[in-house]
């Protein structure tokens, strides 16, 4: 198994410009998840999706941020426009639910740094 | 509200050595499951164990075990023969339903040679 794909691995953009990360999750699991990671904040759970459908976005920052998950082998994470502040380690993460495997299993994550 | 304390920053123990981490959480929960996540610099997040705490036996994964306390809500790591590529920053994880993890603020890990 391929394990969780984050693409890319590493970003570097200038402030105002459109960012979007991507994930593949795990084969046959059906519930992913976008966290972010910083030094002040920890880790974040930004949204998640169960069955292709956003369960909870609550975590997300604001409106420059939006989310997609088109099918069950794809999921996108927006940042437009970018700011400085947006800089972090972008994760995602999926997890099989309805097979009550119920832990999460993370990408390698997704290096930002916004200038 | 659920939240997940570590209370130890930052520890630092000699290669060989055992080192246990600490964790407590708070829930009105019955049933949830527990876990611990590794974070090396790489900052890959790797899960170590994971416990399911209608079990009263302990999880174990070869050096790693768990000593698992459910009435006093205590979740504690416990690294045997401490090995170099053990220094991460390590992560108490809580979760109720299948689908929101809840992590501590993690504890970072030095082994020193």
């Given amino acids: 198994d391929a394990g969780v794909i984050q693409s890319p691995r590493h970003e570097v953009t200038e402030m105002g410009q459109e960012v979007t990360l991507r994930c593949k999750p795990i084969s046959g699991h059906n519930s992913l998840f976008w966290y972010r990671q910083t030094m002040m904040r920890g880790l974040e759970l930004l949204i998640y999706f169960n069955n292709n459908v956003p369960i909870d976005d609550s975590g997300m920052p604001e409106d420059r941020f939006s989310a997609k998950m088109p099918n069950a082998s794809f999921s996108t994470l927006k940042i437009q426009p970018s700011e400085p502040r947006d800089s972090a380690v972008y994760f995602c993460a999926s997890s099989d639910v309805q097979g009550r495997q119920e832990t999460q299993y993370f990408g390698p994550g997704t290096r930002l740094l916004v200038l | ?113």
């Fill in chain 2, 1 to 113: 509200a659920q939240t997940v304390t570590q209370s130890q920053p930052e520890m630092s123990v000699q290669e060989a050595e055992t080192v246990t981490l600490s964790c407590t959480y708070d829930t009105s929960e019955n049933n949830y499951y527990l876990f611990w996540y590794k974070q090396p610099p790489s900052r890959q997040m790797i899960l170590v164990i994971r416990q399911e705490a209608y079990k009263q036996q302990n999880a174990t994964e070869n050096r790693f075990s768990v000593n698992f306390q459910k009435a006093a809500k205590s979740f504690s790591l416990k690294i045997s023969d401490s090995q170099l590529g053990d220094t991460a920053m390590y992560f108490c994880a809580f979760m109720v339903r299948a689908d929101k993890i809840i992590f501590g603020k993690g504890t970072r890990l030095h082994i020193l040679p």
